[in-house]
């Protein structure tokens, strides 16, 4: 059995990184896809500039440790990136009570498909290393 997920699109906003308290490194992204939108009978459709009107699905994605560190650094909003991981399903209580689940991408590999600003400024990631 295999779950595997394969994404390419752009990030919503900056990498948000943390660490934990035991000293792993966590980094949060946000991917966005877009899929041609469908009318009541399935069929696509232009928007008012003339192109083929879009959906557009937001997946959250988790990367640990040095993926989650090179992802912070090099990856910026708006940058074109390919993401392969697994899917994760969570279920937690709120405060209220009421019982709550949420899914997420944990990821084992990015490739950065367009140039990002590198965290230092200089808006150059030539020396951005492969991922894996």
């Known amino acids: 059995m295999t779950n595997l997920v394969i994404l390419t699109g752009r990030l919503d906003r900056d990498p948000e990184s943390r660490e934990t308290k035991g000293g792993t490194s966590v980094t949060g992204i946000t991917v966005v896809t877009d899929r ?77 498909l367009s140039r990002g600003n590198a965290r230092d400024g200089d808006g150059d990631n030539r020396d951005a290393p492969e991922i894996d």
Do not use: M
Request: charged share 30%.
């Open 36 to 112: 041609p939108a469908r009318d009541k009978d399935g069929k696509t459709y232009k928007d008012d500039n003339g192109y083929t009107a879009k959906d557009s699905e937001f997946h959250r994605v988790t990367c640990f440790n040095g993926l989650s560190k090179t992802v912070g650094q090099f990856c910026t909003k708006g940058q074109l990136v390919s993401v392969q991981g697994r899917l994760h399903y969570t279920q937690w209580e709120d405060q209220e009570g009421v019982k709550r689940y949420g899914c997420e991408i944990l990821a084992d590999k990015v490739d950065f």
